[in-house]
T-cell receptor
């Protein structure tokens, strides 16, 4: 069974640009979550999607948005990039059949904003 | 607000000895706790979890202890192996969180042969 796949692995953008990151969950997983990892800050929750609906959102500005498609694949978009957006963006999927479930993470997209 | 804290950025232990990684939290509503391990250039992988109704959960060489009154949990690795060298993240969630997990900043464990 293939794991969570994120593309691209690396991305370099300049301030003011926008970027779209892609995530394919494990087959059969209906929930997709996005996290931002920066050095010394751990993983910060961005948002979670289930059945094409955003169910939960973290404390990030509106420049960060996402969506989920009918096949559970998800995209995350960041507009008007800032230097502080440089981070590893991780996608995680889960079955969403129980309240407490472990997340399965992809390898992430390393975004550098110059 | 950092609701989950891992105060030790790094830990170094000798192979065969015990590794103890600590985690503190502030939100008394957390009812599910997890540890994830992360190798460079890979995503975090689930290691072990514990529900707030328990105070200990064991899986092979890994044991997680939960002290609710102190809002503290720890991960014990016995015996430690060089392959355990990685960054360990503590995470916690409240009921019906929809995968909104709060993570600590991580502790880099180095196990020396």
């Amino acid at each position: 069974k293939a794991g969570v796949t994120q593309t691209p692995r690396y991305l370099i953008k300049t301030r003011g640009q926008q970027v779209t990151l892609s995530c394919s969950p494990i087959s059969g997983h209906r929930s997709v979550s996005w996290y931002q990892q920066t050095p010394g800050q751990g993983l910060q929750f961005l948002f979670e999607y289930f059945s094409e609906t955003q169910r939960n959102k973290g404390n990030f500005p509106g420049r960060f948005s996402g969506r989920q498609f009918s096949n559970s694949r998800s995209e995350m978009n960041v507009s008007t990039l800032e230097l502080g957006d440089s981070a590893l963006y991780l996608c995680a999927s889960s079955l969403a059949q129980a309240d407490n479930e472990k997340l399965f993470f992809g390898s992430g997209t390393q975004l550098s904003v110059l | 607000d950092q609701q989950v804290k891992q105060n030790s950025p790094s830990l170094s232990v000798q192979e065969g000895r015990i590794s103890i990684l600590n985690c503190d939290y502030t939100n008394s509503m957390f009812d599910y706790f997890l540890w994830y391990k992360k190798y460079p250039a890979e995503g975090p992988t689930f290691l072990i979890s514990i529900s707030s109704i328990k105070d200990k959960n064991e899986d092979g060489r890994f044991t997680v202890f939960l002290n609710k009154s102190a809002k503290h949990l720890s991960l014990h690795i016995v015996p430690s192996q060089p392959g355990d060298s990685a960054v360990y993240f503590c995470a916690a969630s409240v009921p019906h969180a929809n995968n909104d997990m709060r993570f600590g900043a991580g502790t880099r464990l180095t196990v020396k042969p």
